[in-house]
């Protein structure tokens, strides 16, 4: 009997060292799986806790008013009382946009549209009067009659930005937009929501307008606007937010620039989408679908001037001036009966046109709230680090330091989030970690509870017979006593390609044209392993290769161009031995790249992607346009061994402007120097310097002498250059290009 004891301790040991940490640990792992799914299900309340802990932090420390010259023009009661009931008469709206735009303002933009005719008007009093027979008739050079057409006319002479609001009740044609818009990579009309119907002004006031800008809040989920987009799609066009359009017009710039995932030097991560929106001198951070968090400050009362001190005579000139001369000047309304209020994260009821200044402000200052696309990611990655912690630090048996540790994790948690906010502006919510947390820490006590609970049943069940009551009490109260992929490089990058393949292979069977292919490609390989390239595919006749990866190449961009020159002498040497001689096109062009392994996981390879790829590639594209075998841009000459090297001859031929890409590009040829003298000392640098310069100037019929000087004594490689450039000047003449011509030649085509 006295051994029996010992035997049942033993064995409550293996069991408690089995269920107690062990198990406390497989049920915080299963608590986080849980927790995963539950959080896929309940992203979107999720998601709204998370909104109000970052209008708590607005609230905390809201955004420093910058004091961008931005004055918002208030129809408030007071300028109800004085002007009369709304709409007022188009004739007071001119008179406001006279009076603004006297007064120097940079631009004004409504927060409204102005859909229908005015029902005030004297023109439509007058023609109501001849309906019911009335004879009126004015003398020579009466006032106009029309409000609207007065209005036109004032909005006309000043630069305004008129208000458009989308929706997708209806159908309805869609004005024309002011402000073009220019991205490279994907169309960013595809990550933007697209609307059926809008609600536009007149056509006489539209088009006399500077400017056109929507100023629709799209649905919120609680009423509180957090986010605004700045740009939307409809009918196949994009438009302006009022606040971007407005501050376009004050610069008087002309076109809207989109960045995306897959433009400029930028890496599509898998979530393509808007990085970016350039509106003049201010480049404007956003996410995928093109909205941008407003970070609000409590500046923009202190910004508002009453619209009845503009139409009336309480304020002094100089006043009115300080506060209007070079501003952005945005009308809206806080009257009670026009109900244009929304709620934002600082307060309730405000006049949407103060969100459309906020938008402003903070783009001018450049202060803006970011939650990365990845941040969902992070905070979901922070959650299930704290709960392993907390997991791995569990003491099952003593929950006063379970509980401190539960609560000191989920304290650090909104410390962090705070101050990433506070220090860099970034929005990382701390309600998913801290719920994770909290959610492994109740499902482990629970579990311990159930297990202590089973512990103690299992103690009685066990002892009872062996031990007094009192005893089996203490052991099921007290059991512990019974325990024994991819980097960013700068690349110059070479694109190849064979002239009229098509008909070069006609007749050839497969056998042939291999041998073909295979005779053209080994010698063009040849040379470009020997300079230190890598290949990165073939295509067909192509090739693609490129310097400075994987292994860092000192001047790579001038080994390139000795590479494409040694291709260009190989071919020649293979011409001779065939009796289909081959002519190709080289394009070369410097800059950043990703570059790595890229593809898919089942196959990939290593291989180069970014902006600077697609300018090699057209660069190529284009040396059939001008006769030449090689082109080169700008960036490949960046080198102090070119202007060291007596065996190359580089030559400036164009600037031009590719397909998908805004920016000019300056080409330039490179070619072995004749071994003859040029005849009669003949400077034929720079006679072609000095064509370049009058056929850049629009002096055609002196570009047209020196390109005939020059076609008769240039080198050889520039002949059929020559003649091409004859037969622009030719087409130039007969249609001159628009006044303050860049010189820059735009192609339509690759």
Request: aromatic residues 10%.
């Amino acid at each position: 009997m006295g051994t029996k004891p010992p035997l049942y301790a033993k064995l409550l040991h293996l069991w408690r060292t089995d269920s107690a940490r062990l198990q406390a640990w497989y049920t915080g792992i299963l608590a986080i799986l849980v927790f995963s799914a539950a959080c896929y299900a309940f992203s979107t309340p999720l998601s709204r806790l998370s909104n109000l802990v970052f209008d708590e932090y607005q609230q905390i420390k809201p955004r420093p008013g910058f004091q961008a010259p931005i004055t918002i023009i208030d129809i408030d009661e007071e300028a109800i009382a004085q002007n009369g009931q709304w709409p007022w008469p188009r004739s007071v709206m001119a008179d406001l946009v006279d009076r603004l735009g006297n007064l120097g303002a940079a631009t004004i933009a409504f927060d409204m549209t102005f859909s229908e005719k005015d029902r005030t008007s004297p023109e439509k009093t007058i023609q109501n009067l001849k309906e019911m027979g009335a004879a009126i008739e004015f003398p020579a050079g009466a006032p106009e009659l029309d409000n609207d057409k007065i209005f036109a006319q004032s909005i006309a002479r000043n630069p305004v930005v008129l208000g458009i609001a989308f929706s997708n009740e209806g159908n309805s044609a869609y004005p024309t937009p002011k402000a073009a818009f220019g991205w490279g990579g994907h169309d960013p009309k595809s990550f933007l929501s697209r609307y059926k119907a809008a609600l536009v002004n007149l056509p006489e006031l539209h088009d006399g307008a500077g400017g056109l800008g929507f100023f629709s809040f799209p649905p919120l989920e609680d009423g509180i606007v957090r986010k605004v987009p700045l740009v939307k799609s409809a009918g196949g066009k994009l438009y302006p937010s009022l606040s971007m359009e407005a501050l376009r017009t004050a610069q008087g710039a002309g076109v809207f620039k989109i960045r995306t995932t897959s433009g400029t030097k930028e890496v599509d991560t898998g979530n393509p989408g808007i990085v970016l929106i350039q509106a003049g001198d201010f480049e404007i951070p956003t996410e995928a679908d093109g909205q941008v968090w407003i970070y609000y400050s409590k500046d923009m009362t202190n910004r508002t001037l009453s619209a009845s001190k503009i139409l009336g005579s309480t304020a002094s000139e100089q006043e009115l001036q300080d506060r209007i001369e070079g501003h952005i000047v945005l009308v809206g309304t806080s009257a009670i009966g026009l109900k244009d209020f929304v709620t934002t994260p600082l307060a309730a009821n405000v006049p949407g046109v103060f969100v459309h200044g906020e938008v402003i402000d903070q783009i001018i200052s450049g202060t803006y709230l970011s939650r990365p696309d990845w941040m969902v990611g992070a905070e979901y990655s922070l959650g299930l680090i704290l709960s392993l912690i907390l997991i791995l630090f569990l003491r099952p048996n003593r929950p006063a330091i379970t509980f401190t540790m539960t609560i000191a994790l989920i304290v650090a948690t909104g410390a962090l989030s705070w101050y990433l906010f506070d220090k860099y502006r970034w929005l990382m919510s701390p309600i998913v970690p801290a719920i994770a947390v909290g959610f492994v820490y109740i499902t482990v006590t629970l579990s311990q509870y159930l297990n202590n609970v089973r512990e103690k049943r299992f103690v009685r069940g066990a002892f009872g017979r062996y031990l007094a009551p009192t005893l089996v009490d203490q052991l099921s109260d007290n059991p512990d006593t019974l325990k024994l992929g991819g980097e960013i490089r700068d690349l110059t990058l070479l694109f190849c390609d064979i002239r009229g393949f098509t008909s070069l292979s006609e007749g050839l069977d497969p056998q042939e044209l291999t041998k073909l292919l295979n005779g053209f490609l080994t010698p063009m390989t040849d040379e470009l392993l020997s300079s230190g390239a890598t290949i990165d595919k073939y295509m067909g006749d192509a090739i693609m290769a490129f310097w400075n990866a994987p292994l860092p190449i000192k001047n790579h961009n001038y080994l390139a161009c000795k590479a494409a020159l040694s291709m260009l002498d190989r071919l020649e040497i293979h011409n001779e031995t065939t009796e289909r001689p081959i002519r190709i096109g080289v394009g070369l062009n410097t800059g950043d790249c990703c570059v790595g392994n890229l593809g898919s996981e089942q196959r990939f390879s290593y291989s180069a992607i970014g902006d600077s790829v697609n300018v090699a590639s057209r660069i190529e594209g284009l040396t059939k346009q001008y006769g030449l075998s090689l082109l080169v841009s700008e960036t490949v000459l960046e080198s102090p061994d070119f202007a060291s090297d007596q065996n190359m001859e580089i030559i400036e031929v164009d600037r031009v402007r590719v397909v998908g890409r805004s920016t000019p590009l300056t080409l330039f040829t490179i070619f072995k120097p004749d071994d003859d003298e040029a005849p009669d000392g003949f400077d034929y640098k720079s006679v072609h310097a000095d064509f370049l310069a009058a056929y850049r100037a629009m002096d055609f019929d002196e570009a047209e002498r020196l390109v005939l000087t020059l076609w008769s004594k240039a080198p050889a490689p520039l002949e059929q250059f020559y003649d091409i450039y004859l037969g622009r000047i030719a087409t130039l003449r007969s249609s001159p290009p628009a006044e303050g011509w860049d010189g820059v030649y735009t192609f339509d085509s690759k």
